[in-house]
């Protein structure tokens, strides 16, 4: 009977010393990463970006990312401040997909289409930390189940953000399906405001975008499945001007996939700069992803942000690198797919200087 008693007593105690830690791993906090002047904060909530805090042209720091300053501002938020999004970033068109014959229907949370993974994709579930240095870098690890959101099959995903050197940011995706094929398509999402995050509006930041090409969309902003031409159209960036030079011009927004233009062999995609030249920042991005959607937040409004900060249209910009929206209902886009025994890797490097 005492042997018994003590089975029992040791399964409770395991049962509850695996709760606590199921606790620990689950519980939602802030972490930093710092050197030099480049600060940044992050929350295992949507594995987010809370703050990056760099240096103007005179050495005055200020924090260049859109956010919140609490949990429960996270929780609800709607506009994916600096989340990590998923398990497929952008739109699903009709909030379905078919896949080695089979169709799956997913939750239609954006005018009856899927955005970013659905009512609650990766941005809106709490990460693992797995290994934070705070000189050096993070790692998020989540494991999202077979029928999350409708997607199919197991996914192990992790994203990494890494300091390298003084002034640079990495961001590594890493997704790999454990027992069947699944569309990925993770998104970084902050909002960069050089200026500084409540400094107003992005209308006169200069942006230089390395894409010849858009995926032109229906009112919906579902691709149509075409290619087009940037040239001679308010979605020319190939050299640097204004965001607002012409925003009037535009018969929708600015909330657009670019092609991105082919890089050397084994070399990262040059995607975007963007410069404000009031405080100098610079802000330079590179990735392996075929397209970046381009977004000057014009849905964005009065949002209580960080410090009492009330956010309006144009407050940020956000230039997410990715694979084409809609990729699973247009066999001419690059495919998402990923499949057992496969591994989808995604890579950012951004750069911040000031002159």
């Known amino acids: 009977m005492m042997f018994k008693v003590y089975l029992v007593s040791s399964f409770l105690l395991g049962l509850l010393l695996l709760a606590q830690a199921h606790e620990k791993d689950n519980k939602i906090q802030f972490y930093q990463l710092k050197r030099g002047n480049l600060h940044l904060n992050f929350t295992n909530y949507g594995a987010t970006i809370v703050s990056v805090i760099v240096p103007d042209k005179h050495g005055n720091l200020a924090d260049i990312a ?36 089979k169709t799956y229907k997913l939750p239609a949370n ?29 790692t998020f690890t989540y494991d999202s189940y ?64 390395f894409g010849s090409q858009i995926t032109p969309v229906d009112d919906l902003l579902i691709p ?34 670019y ?8 070399h990262l995609r040059k995607v975007a700069v963007v410069k404000d030249d009031v405080s100098g920042r610079k802000l330079e991005l590179w990735s392996n992803q075929p397209g970046v959607q381009y977004y000057t937040s014009g849905m964005l409004k009065d949002t209580l942000g960080k410090g009492g900060v009330t956010y309006h249209r144009y407050a940020g910009i956000a230039l997410e690198t990715q694979g084409f929206p809609d990729s699973v209902n247009h066999p ?24």
């Not at 954006?110 to 659905?118: A, E, F, Q, R, V």
């Not at 886009?333 to 911040?352: A, C, D, N, W």
Request: hydrophobic share 35%; net charge negative.
């Open 146 to 209: 077979d029928n999350e959101q409708g997607f199919p099959g197991k996914l192990e995903v992790s994203v990494t953000y890494l300091l390298i050197g003084a002034n640079k940011l990495g961001v590594r995706m890493i997704a790999t399906p454990v027992d069947k094929a699944t569309p990925v398509n993770l998104a970084q999402h902050t909002y960069w405001n050089l200026r500084g995050h409540d400094s107003g509006d992005i209308l006169s930041h200069k942006v230089q975008i």
């Open 66 to 101: 859109l956010g919140y300053d609490s949990i429960d501002s996270y929780k609800n938020d709607t506009v994916y401040f600096g989340a990590l999004v998923g398990r497929v970033a952008n739109r699903i068109g009709k909030a379905q997909f078919t896949l080695d014959g």
């Open 259 to 266: 092609v991105l233009d082919p890089s050397s062999p084994h």
């Open 224 to 257: 149509t499945g075409e290619l087009k031409s940037v040239k001679g159209t308010p979605f020319d960036f190939l050299e640097p001007k204004e965001v607002g030079s012409q925003i009037n011009d535009l018969p929708g927004l600015y909330d657009i996939n």
């Open 332 to 355: 001419n886009f690059p495919s998402q797919i990923v499949r057992p025994g496969e591994t989808y890797k995604h890579f950012m490097l951004y750069r911040f200087t000031a002159s």
């Open 110 to 138: 954006d005018h009856g289409n899927t955005l970013h993974g659905g009512t609650t994709g990766f941005g809106d579930v709490v990460w693992t930390v797995k290994s934070h240095k705070k000189d050096s870098h993070i």
